[in-house]
C-alpha cells in the first residue's frame, strides 16, 4: 500500500544513515503471504495487523504456534502466559499478563510496531440491534454474525 511503501522508504534512508544497504521490494498480497508466511525469505518485513483491542488479538502473532507467527517467534514463557491471560477474568490481573507478555517481546525484539491507525465505525441510528462489546471493534467483535441486526424504517 502506498503508506507502507512510504514507511519503507523512509526505513530505508534511516537505514542508509547507519551504513546499512537495503532494497524495498513491494509484493502483490498473495506473494508476499508466501515470501513472508509460507518461506519466510526476508531479513526485514513490513506489513499490516489487526488485533482489536483486546490483548489476545496478538496471540496468533506471537504464539510459537500461531497461524500468523511469520518470523518463527518462540518463547515459552509467552506462550504460558498467553494461555493464562485468555483464561483470566478479572481485568486487573489480566492487564499484568499481559503487561508481562509485552516486556517480554519488546527485550525479544521480535516484532515492531511502527503506527498505530486510528479508525473507528459508524452506523446509521436506523441499524439495530448492534452489540458494542469492551474493545468498541464492533465489526470484529461480531465476526461477521450480522443476522441479528435490522434496519429500522
Known sequence: SQ????????????????????QVTGLEFNAFVDKYQRQ?????????????????????????KGSQNATGYTNPRVDELLVQGAKEQDDTKRKAIYDEIQKIVIADNAQYYMVTLKNFTAFDKKVKDVVALKGGDILRQNNGQFMDWWLEQ
Not at 3 to 22: F, S
Open 3 to 22: 503508506p507502507r511503501g512510504k514507511m519503507a522508504t523512509y526505513a530505508q534512508q534511516q537505514w542508509k544513515q547507519l551504513g546499512i544497504e537495503t
Open 40 to 64: 519466510r525469505e526476508f531479513d526485514v518485513a513490513m506489513g499490516a495487523f489487526s488485533a482489536g483491542l483486546d490483548p489476545d488479538g496478538v496471540k496468533s502473532q506471537i504464539q510459537t
